[in-house]
T-cell receptor
Framework: KQEVTQIPAALSVPEGENLVLNCSFTDSAIYNLQWFRQDPGKGLTSLLLIQSSQREQTSGRLNASLDKSSGRSTLYIAASQPGDSATYLCAVRANNNDMRFGAGTRLTVKP | SQTIHQWPATLVQPVGSPLSLECTVEGTSNPNLYWYRQAAGRGLQLLFYSVGIGQISSEVPQNLSASRPQDRQFILSSKKLLLSDSGFYLC???????????FGPGTRLTVT
């Protein structure tokens, strides 16, 4: 059974700092991996999707990498801003409809 | 562009009462549809998914059920709510090929 772990559970950084969020998974036979952002009391917003054949995806200040062999993905946020404060979730899809989520990393960016 | 709607946004229901949450998707056809529950301090738990009208798969045994009466409509129901049904319910959709999931705004359910 696929298990997804996100470390750290919470992170607080000063504005302008570059940061890395980590996601690990136990079964490397994945179809894709998706990073989401969730603001308090809101739904999830898709940030980046990495297919199993890809190594990384970029969108603006965000860069996500995938290393299937080691069961790891990282989300890199450059030049963090207070508006980046949210919970970041990674989710791994193992087949057509089996998607497992991590518990998330709660990020606070201090002005 | 595609949009996904959920209602109601919040709901407070007594134990033993029925439940009906609705999710609709616009701007796409034949989507895969999903219901998730997010309990306080916990990750998302997949409850049901559907690949077509009338096709429902359940991930966990519980007193909830799901139905898909139309291509872009997904309904989560219960005949009798339990206290443990409280949580944040999220509907999501994906295309049949790409599998990137898009989530609705969620429904906050409190069972009292």
């Amino acid at each position: 059974k696929q298990e997804v772990t996100q470390i750290p559970a919470a992170l607080s950084v000063p504005e302008g700092e570059n940061l890395v969020l980590n996601c690990s998974f136990t079964d490397s036979a994945i179809y894709n991996l998706q990073w989401f952002r969730q603001d308090p009391g809101k739904g999830l917003t898709s940030l980046l999707l990495i297919q199993s054949s890809q190594r990384e995806q970029t969108s603006g200040r965000l860069n996500a990498s995938l290393d299937k062999s080691s069961g790891r993905s990282t989300l890199y946020i450059a030049a963090s801003q207070p508006g980046d404060s949210a919970t970041y979730l990674c989710a791994v899809r193992a087949n057509n409809n089996d998607m497992r989520f991590g518990a998330g990393t709660r990020l606070t960016v201090k002005p | 562009s595609q949009t996904i709607h959920q209602w109601p946004a919040t709901l407070v229901q007594p134990v033993g009462s029925p439940l009906s949450l609705e999710c609709t998707v616009e701007g796409t056809s034949n989507p895969n549809l999903y219901w998730y529950r997010q309990a306080a301090g916990r990750g998302l738990q997949l409850l049901f998914y559907s690949v077509g009208i009338g096709q429902i798969s359940s991930e966990v045994p519980q007193n909830l059920s799901a139905s898909r009466p139309q291509d872009r409509q997904f309904i989560l129901s219960s005949k009798k709510l339990l206290l443990s049904d409280s949580g944040f319910y999220l509907c999501a959709w994906s295309s049949s090929g790409w599998y990137e999931q898009y989530f609705g705004p969620g429904t906050r359910l409190t069972v009292t």
